[in-house]
């Protein structure tokens, strides 16, 4: 039986991988198919930073996307902090079509790998690598982030990458792989008040801190030599509003709860989106304080995850929604090695996937961001139900996970809820 599904999950990985290149094809040869919008935001910025002009100049960001297939009359520019160019000028460097292959479905591929060595890292064990797989393939999040070519494979890395490191008492390399969720600091600030606190207490958290700092600082520092005006055009372009080529940074509006009651607020002030993060902020300090050490990170990703998502005063975006992957996978490996204890998991797993497979859609009918501020909320309640079921076998869910395991193999992480 073990074979067979080997054989039909092979097949399906097969048939699957023609499919998508079919279609990759199709998208990126068709003169009549716009190409991902936030993936030419990276390209072009990553073009003129090169050639030694301002990444954040609106009108040369639209010329270059008009020129390029681009889906909307405004450019699309990239908001992310200035070392994130580091990232995005190889994908300038390269044409279009080569360029757009690396960014979107490298991305993909990179999210794929990224889940499937989490898996193993933290016990899963390797003929059920299909758990992991079908997790990914699941996600709503990711196949909207396959469709609009944000930063979503390069966070999920960062998480992933600084798991697999700390598994393994690597925490300088931890820290370096967390360079990446430096693209999108917004949607880690609970993540980093953990992180300095850890810091302030134990060497190890020093550690985290400093691979982090470092890789920080000489992207910082490799942008800074390309184009020493990059800071000044960044900050000018960020807080200069709405402008004849692109809506102002604060003129997005996030599908978050937050926003959606910014927009019922006379004037839509921006500080109404920063009201949930400002008071959960302190709450969570004063947990990590008392409560808090390195160890515990994979346990409390799990929630911790979810609920930055939920409090994160901007972006939130349905492509950002890919990191609840990190608390999918935790808790994958232990409800696996428990036999999958959850109440009524026929209903869950429903459930879950019903909302996941919404999210494409409402992405085909190019609905409102609005649309979307239910979908962390939902996913996360899921989770927190998968969760449920943990409680009532913990013990027995950590000797399965450490049966027939070699002494040279990592551990069943010792807590997830």
């Not at 010329?63 to 009359?73: E, I, S, V």
């Not at 109440?343 to 409402?362: F, T």
Request: hydrophobic content about 55%.
């Amino acid at each position: 039986m073990p074979s067979f599904r080997s054989a039909l999950a092979g097949l399906a990985l097969l048939v699957t991988l023609a499919a998508g290149a079919l279609v990759v094809r199709q998208r990126i040869t068709d003169e009549t198919t716009a190409r991902p919008h936030d993936f030419l935001q990276v390209w072009s910025a990553g073009r003129l930073a090169l050639q030694g002009e301002s990444p954040w100049d609106g009108k040369r960001m639209f010329d270059l996307q008009k020129a390029n297939r681009a889906p909307a009359p405004y450019a699309a520019m990239m908001w992310v902090p200035p070392w994130g160019l580091v990232v995005a000028m190889p994908i300038g460097a390269l044409p279009v079509e080569a360029a757009q292959v690396v960014w979107v479905y490298g991305q993909l591929a990179l999210i794929l790998l990224t889940a499937l060595a989490v898996w193993r890292a933290y016990g899963g064990p390797a003929n059920r690598l299909w758990v992991p797989a079908v997790l990914v393939v699941a996600s709503g999040p990711v196949w909207w982030q396959v469709s609009a070519g944000q930063y979503a494979g390069l966070l999920f890395a960062g998480i992933g990458g600084y798991l697999i490191a700390h598994r393994f008492n690597r925490p300088v390399l931890a820290g370096a792989c967390l360079f990446l969720i430096a693209l999108k600091p917004h949607l880690f600030v609970l993540f980093a008040v953990g992180l300095i606190i850890d810091a302030l207490r134990t060497g190890t958290g020093r550690k985290v801190v400093f691979g982090g700092a470092a890789v920080l600082l000489t992207a910082s520092a490799v942008v800074t030599a390309v184009n020493p005006h990059l800071w000044a055009q960044y900050h000018a372009a960020a807080t200069g509003g709405y402008t004849d080529y692109y809506p102002g940074f604060y003129e997005w509006f996030p599908p978050t709860i937050q926003a959606v009651v910014r927009d019922f607020v006379p004037g839509r002030p921006v500080w109404v989106q920063f009201v949930p993060l400002v008071v959960v902020a302190p709450v969570f300090a004063v947990y990590w304080w008392r409560h808090g050490r390195p160890d515990r990170w994979p346990a409390v990703l799990v929630w911790l995850v979810p609920v930055q998502l939920l409090v994160t005063p901007y972006s939130g975006w349905p492509s950002d929604l890919t990191l609840l992957l990190v608390p999918a996978l935790l808790l994958a490996v232990k409800l696996d090695a428990a036999g999958w204890p959850i109440p009524r998991r026929g209903l869950l797993a429903a459930i879950y996937l019903i909302a996941n497979a919404i999210v494409p859609v409402l992405w085909a009918q190019v609905a409102s961001p609005f649309a979307y501020a239910w979908v962390t909320p939902v996913i996360g309640v899921c989770l927190l139900w998968a969760s449920l079921g943990l409680r009532t076998a913990p013990v027995e869910a950590a000797g399965v996970a450490e049966a027939g395991r070699s002494n040279s193999e990592p551990r069943a992480i010792p807590e997830l809820v």
